[in-house]
């Protein structure tokens, strides 16, 4: 495809994303009726659309028009790319810009337009942030790092490191977490990469291996995932150490992949659905990370920043509030429950807790910690919760 072409049917995907599809299910639909693509084709379509969709309000305003051209016209524009050159209605390039898209687009208003957020959200993700408010917006309009998990069941940092490089992939050690890296060149090359195949290195944002890192693990315990999802972090826990390890999550099938991804890495997890959690004892650990508006981790999925509405986000708070509660009632005596979001929101993260506080007095926050997007992971929020006699 000639990058023209690539700009146009970047354009009809986001005309469709506009419309309401989903972002990767119209992607998904764009590749299989596109056998013409190759795979280097597939991914700058992607990567405009995403880019597209990161800063969706504050391109339409530059562009001249919330519509896939309009965003993509935008993109050219901000990138200092004249749009003529690629808008030329020649083979399957973009119809001819018209008179009034060459005169169109402005400057975009100061506030949620510029920071690319909802109107509604902007002043309580500005309340949350405060003076970190525009860098953490201006954050979630670009790309995120590629981050890996060092799998350190089977080998360290700088085995990892070397393993990679072998194949073409540089990365380095990020500071958030000890088995953090940051892939610097290659990443695409991952996905088949021996290293990946063979469990040395997993997908996983540096702030989400941080949550990890800040749990108080000891050899023996039973610990129990709550919300495992894909098994991100339950992963991560089984690489500390010799566990009794359960992953649990409301809706089961998301842990269907867990099996496959835990033989991998090597790991031992029991995976239980509610029923069969009802039966399964107390845990001395209990994760929950809970389902959140995702808001630090909107580079990645750009989508959920335009979906998410305030009565959606009124639910998840209720849905975490229940879901503390009913981890509570699973804790051995003595336990720890932690608590995590991927949300930058404070209703969802410090407020959440005070307000759990505020009805539970048999455990009580000893920690807190924030992962900031300005601090190159993802926006992640963790805290610890201890029985209160022995906090
Ligand atoms: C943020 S995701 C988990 C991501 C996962 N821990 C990881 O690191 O890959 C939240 C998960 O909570 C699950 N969930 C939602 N409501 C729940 C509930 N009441 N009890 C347990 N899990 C729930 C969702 O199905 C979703 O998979």
Not at 284 to 298: K, T
Not at 383 to 390: I, S
Request: charged content about 25%; glycine content about 10%; aromatic content about 6%.
């Amino acid at each position: 495809m000639t990058p023209a072409a690539r700009v146009q049917a970047a354009i009809e995907c986001l005309d469709r994303i506009l419309a309401g599809a989903p972002a990767e299910q119209v992607l998904t639909a764009w590749g299989r009726a596109s056998r013409f693509a190759g795979s280097g084709d597939r991914a700058v379509v992607r990567d405009h659309v995403f880019d597209g969709l990161r800063a969706r309000r504050s391109l339409a305003a530059i562009g001249g028009g919330e519509t896939g051209r309009g965003i993509m016209l935008g993109l050219l524009r901000r990138n200092g790319e004249n749009p003529e050159n690629l808008f030329t209605g020649g083979g399957y390039a973009p119809e001819v810009m018209s008179a009034e898209e060459r005169s169109g687009g402005r400057e975009p208003v100061l506030g949620a337009e510029a920071a690319d957020i909802p109107d509604w959200l902007w002043p309580r993700f500005e309340a949350s942030l405060g003076d970190e408010a525009l860098a953490a917006a201006e954050a979630l309009k670009h790309r995120a790092p590629v981050h890996l998990r060092v799998n350190i069941a089977r080998t360290d940092p700088s085995g990892a490191i070397a393993a990679l490089a072998r194949e073409g992939i540089a990365a380095q050690p990020h500071p958030a977490a000890a088995t953090a890296l940051e892939v610097t060149e290659g990443a695409r090359k991952l996905r088949n990469a021996a290293a990946y195949r063979d469990g040395l290195v997993e997908l996983q944002d540096a702030a989400s291996q941080a949550v990890v890192e800040t749990l108080p693990l000891k050899d023996g315990m039973r610990v129990l995932d709550y919300c495992a999802g894909g098994g991100g972090k339950t992963l991560a826990i089984a690489a500390r150490g010799r566990f009794d390890l359960f992953a649990h999550d409301a809706a089961p099938q998301r842990l269907n992949d867990l099996p496959a991804r835990a033989e991998r890495a090597g790991a031992r997890i029991k995976l239980l659905d509610t029923k069969a959690l009802k039966r399964a004892g107390q845990f001395d650990l209990i994760l929950c990370d809970v389902p959140c508006s995702g808001s630090g981790s909107w580079r990645r999925a750009p989508d959920g920043k335009w979906r998410l509405t305030e009565a959606q986000l009124t639910g998840l708070l209720v849905t975490q509030a229940a879901i503390l509660d009913e981890a509570v009632a699973l804790l051995a005596p003595g336990g720890l429950l932690a608590y995590a979001t991927c949300s930058v929101l404070q209703d969802e993260n410090e407020e959440q807790i005070q307000r759990f506080a505020a009805r539970n007095s048999t455990l009580s926050p000893v920690f807190q910690k924030r992962w900031s997007l300005t601090g190159g992971t993802d926006g992640f929020f963790a805290a610890h919760l201890a029985w209160a006699t022995t906090a």
